[in-house]
């Protein structure tokens, strides 16, 4: 409750099955190591992510490949095929329409999206 999270889950493994703490003892234990846990770790806000699939031609495939890997988005599956590349990314939301606006830019290149 006090680190401010939402969405979020804990999963704790026993190593001994036994009753000997009693079900408020179980849950301090389980809430001592949550907190634990908490504190030792590297929290990384949420940011939702958009996915966009479009087609490039060969000569656009590496300044495509340049952009995302730029702007640290996750290329998740790229098939290439006589003419060029059909790519799957997904890119923060915000960046997605930034590179919106650059991929439109290269539609007269035979950059298209699908």
């Not at 999270?5 to 949550?34: C, D, E, H, M, W």
């Not at 907190?35 to 000569?59: G, Q, R």
Request: aromatic share 14%; hydrophobic share 45%; net charge negative.
């Amino acid at each position: 409750r006090g680190a401010e999270l939402i969405n979020t889950s804990v999963f704790i493994v026993r190593y001994f099955g036994g009753i000997k703490l009693g079900t408020g003892g179980l849950v301090r234990a389980y809430s001592s190591a949550t907190n634990a846990a908490i504190d030792e770790a590297t929290l990384i806000p949420f940011e939702p992510k958009v996915k966009i699939s479009f087609f490039s031609p060969y000569p656009l495939v590496q300044r495509c490949e340049y952009w995302i890997e730029k702007e640290e988005g996750e290329i998740l599956s790229r098939i290439f095929d006589s003419k060029g590349a059909i790519w799957e990314v997904s890119l923060v939301k915000m960046l997605a329409e930034e590179f919106r606006a650059y991929a439109s830019s290269l539609e007269h290149e035979g950059l298209y999206f699908l």
